[in-house]
């Protein structure tokens, strides 16, 4: 099946033209036009050169990839289903992308983190494995019933933690199999950035990947959820983004006029 357009592609040709008469002219305009225009040209060139091919061979792998770590959503006969796993694969890509040429241009330059006050906060998050968070039982034993016993409290902890560090290990190894999706092929594109990184700037890389990864699986949790309601059997005439916008809309208000109850 063929993948859904790419609305935002840029035409190489049409770019290629564009440079070639910007070039020839340059040489009659003003400086300030000329500072303009030269902006231009190193966006178009980054876009055309760089993230566009780099994007394309990340949306073709993410696409393989999606159907095998969600393999409910490998369902035949299913059009619009497919051309959200195109649209949730080509949007991680072209996020991941663009953010790492920005990244590593940022790091060339030798600009600092956009945030640093979060850096910390940030490698541990996207790049370090998800931790188990345990509980050890106290929020149970504020309860003045006496009708709860330690005995109790203890196999709620157990289920509750159990439960914590199923979820993590269930996310790390996602997380472990997008990186292994992804990496060669930021290596295959952005070789020469990536081996000049030192131990922060890998950490920066880090970040871009997690943050990737964290905004993918949450479109494929998305999209699970709505196959398994039945909302994905009609076109509704929405790409995925405006169809989970407006189906988490329609969710909330259903959910306050009940009175919070599902």
Known sequence: MAKTPDKGKIDR????????????????????LKEKGDWIMDFFHA????IQPAKYDLQDALIEHTKRQYPQLDVAGKPYLDECIDEIALMAADFLAA?????????????PYYMPEKFADHVAFFCRPRIPKLENGDNYRVSKS?????????????ED????IAYCNEVNGRKSAFIETVQP???KHFKEGLDELDVDGWNRYGI???????LYSDDCRDLA???EDGLLDVHPGLDFHRFALKTDKEQREAYKLSGGKK
């Open 208 to 214: 871009v990947v997690g943050n990737a990864f964290e």
């Open 13 to 32: 040709d049409e770019y290629l033209d564009m440079r070639y008469m910007y070039y020839k002219l340059r040489k009659y305009f003003p400086d300030d």
């Open 47 to 50: 876009r055309v050169e760089i």
């Open 225 to 227: 959820g709505y196959l």
């Open 99 to 111: 953010d790492l040429y920005e990244e590593l241009k940022n790091i060339r330059e030798g600009k």
């Open 185 to 187: 092929i930021l290596f």
């Open 161 to 164: 933690n159990d439960d914590e």
């Open 146 to 158: 006496g009708k709860i016993t330690e005995e109790m409290i203890q196999q709620w902890v157990k």
